[in-house]
């Protein structure tokens, strides 16, 4: 199975400030159709995750843009530009170029 | 709106057997991909495994920890997907969430989860 890391583990925010989450896979997660199928979630406390970005960098729809996503192979981040209140909660990263699919410990952002 | 809502949860035994659903609407269930993903109490998510559509032939994939006990299923004329859970673990326990894949990826809709309880 493909091993999914995130860095840091917890991560303390200044509001108004920017933060950045490291996930790296133990495989490539490049696809033979040219995809890259990494995708983050972010879960608040006490509610399901929801999908903010998909395939690296693509933001899914409502996500504010303050959220970004980049890197390629084994090596990727999120970016909140600056963060606000409700961006409390714990963000994972997940594969879905390989089975089975796996994700990330998850990082838990609190201010 | 475009919803999945998980059903079917409770407290089974160690060895019993469950079955979940996952009622949608909001979208047209026949063309998604659907996936089971679970959360155990205080832990990370776990990927229990997916149907693709029958556009797809339907093929199931499974995560290690249930395969050959868990058998996913859908229903498309009920906008319906099952999870069969059979030879239940302590190590099972966990809320049991739908996905659905709309378009985007294969997590665009998440449910509420329903919780599955396995103890003596």
Request: contains cysteine.
């Amino acid at each position: 199975d493909v091993v999914m890391t995130q860095t840091p583990l917890s991560s303390p925010v200044t509001l108004g400030q920017p933060a950045s989450i490291s996930c790296r896979s133990s495989q490539s997660l490049l696809q033979s159709d040219g995809n890259t199928y990494l995708n983050w979630l972010q879960q608040r406390p006490g509610q399901p995750p929801r999908l903010l970005i998909y395939r690296v960098s693509n933001r899914f729809s409502g996500v504010p843009d303050r959220f970004s996503g980049s890197g390629s192979g084994t090596d990727f981040t999120l970016k909140i530009s600056r963060v606000e209140a409700e961006d409390v909660g714990v963000y994972y990263c997940m594969q879905a170029t390989h089975l089975p699919q796996t994700f990330g410990p998850g990082t838990k952002v609190d201010i | 709106e475009e919803q999945v809502v998980e059903s079917g949860g409770g407290l089974v035994k160690p060895g019993g057997s469950l079955r979940l659903s996952c009622a949608a609407s909001g979208f047209t269930f026949s063309d998604a991909w659907m996936t089971w993903v679970r959360q155990a109490p205080g832990k990370g998510l776990e990927w229990i495994g997916r149907i693709k559509s029958k556009a797809y032939g339907e093929i199931r994939d499974y995560g290690t920890p249930v395969k050959g006990r868990f058998i996913i299923s859908r229903d498309d004329s009920r906008n319906t997907l099952y999870l069969q859970m059979n030879s239940l673990e302590t190590e099972d326990t966990a809320v049991y969430h739908c996905v659905a894949g709309l378009g985007a990826s294969e997590y665009d809709r998440w449910g509420q989860g329903t919780l599955v309880t396995v103890s003596s």
